[in-house]
């Protein structure tokens, strides 16, 4: 079974920054960031392909960019510019596919998820 674990999560203030880490054993798969408000549904914010190409969700595009390190089995969320609103948990997700995708039911695995707290 495939296990996933990130780290990285924390507080920040409006305009600072953070870095979120996902460590997946087994397979390289296409990779995901995933995010949950209290009161608001799970919401895709990035994927990565095993070949690097990637998607962003518009609320994030410009400010977050996701990578990964395939040697390392590694995945990389870098939040720039954070806002009250990405205030969230976030969760690092894996599927089998080929494609980057921002589908959490296309996701097969997941990790157990950590805070990002952003104050303004």
């Known amino acids: 079974q495939v296990h996933l674990v990130e780290s990285g999560g924390g507080s920040a203030q409006a305009g600072g920054s953070l870095r979120l880490s996902c460590a997946a054993s087994?397979?390289?798969?296409?990779m995901g960031w995933f995010r949950q408000a209290p009161g608001k549904e799970r919401e895709g914010v990035a994927s990565?392909?095993?070949?690097?190409?990637?998607g962003y969700a518009d609320s994030v595009k410009d400010r977050f960019t996701i990578s990964r390190d395939n040697a390392k089995n590694t995945v990389y969320l870098q939040m720039n510019s954070l806002k009250s609103e990405d205030t969230a948990m976030y969760y690092c997700?894996?599927?089998?596919?080929?494609?980057?995708?921002?589908?959490?039911?296309?996701?097969?695995?997941w990790g157990q998820g950590t805070q990002v707290t952003v104050s303004s």
């Open positions: 997700a894996a599927r089998t596919g080929s494609g980057w995708s921002l589908i959490a039911s296309w996701y097969d695995y």
């Open positions: 087994g397979y390289p798969y296409t």
């Open positions: 990565i392909t095993r070949a690097g190409g990637a």
